[in-house]
C-alpha cells in the first residue's frame, strides 16, 4: 500500500516543506512535530506551559484526522528547549497520554521561532 498524506485545515501551517502526517504501510501513521502554535491565530505563547499544551493539542487533531485517537500512538520524542520544564512536560503527557503510554525520547534542542516544545509521534492502525 503506498503512503498517504494526512492533512487537517485546523492545524496551523507548517513551519517548512513537510506534511502533519503520513500513513505507511497501512499500518505505522508517521507524525511531524507538533509545535506549540496556537491552532486559530499561529501565534506562539510567551509561556511554556500554554505552548506544551498547544502542542499536545495539534498532535491530537492531526491524529483525529488520521482517524485515530490517541490511545494508538506508540511513540514520541518530544523537543524541548528548556530541560527546567520536565515536570510540566511530564504532567502534561500523563494527561494526554493516560493509560498505557508511549514511548518518549526527550532531546534537549534549540527549536526555531521561539518555540519551546515540539511534539512527534508514530501511531499504528488498530
Given amino acids: 500500500m503506498p503512503s498517504r498524506i494526512i492533512d487537517n ?3 496551523p501551517a ?3 516543506p513537510y506534511s502533519h502526517a503520513v500513513a505507511a504501510s497501512g499500518e505505522l501513521v508517521f507524525f511531524s512535530g507538533q509545535a506549540g502554535m496556537d ?4 501565534g506562539v505563547p510567551a509561556e511554556f506551559e500554554p505552548q506544551a499544551r ?3 493539542e ?3 487533531r492531526v491524529v ?3 482517524g485515530l485517537e490517541m490511545a494508538n500512538v506508540v511513540k514520541t520524542t518530544v523537543y524541548l528547549a528548556d530541560p527546567s520544564q520536565f515536570g510540566v512536560l511530564n504532567t502534561l503527557f500523563g494527561e494526554y497520554f493516560p493509560t498505557s503510554p508511549p514511548t518518549r525520547a526527550t532531546p534537549i534542542v534549540q527549536l526555531p521561532k521561539g518555540l519551546l516544545i515540539s511534539v512527534e509521534a508514530v501511531a499504528v492502525r488498530p
Avoid at 39 to 42: E, H, K, M, S, V
Fill in 14 to 16: 507548517p513551519l517548512g
Fill in 39 to 42: 491552532a486559530a491565530t499561529g
Fill in 9 to 11: 485545515e485546523k492545524m
Fill in 64 to 66: 483525529a484526522a488520521a
Fill in 58 to 60: 495539534n498532535l491530537s
Fill in 54 to 56: 498547544n502542542a499536545f
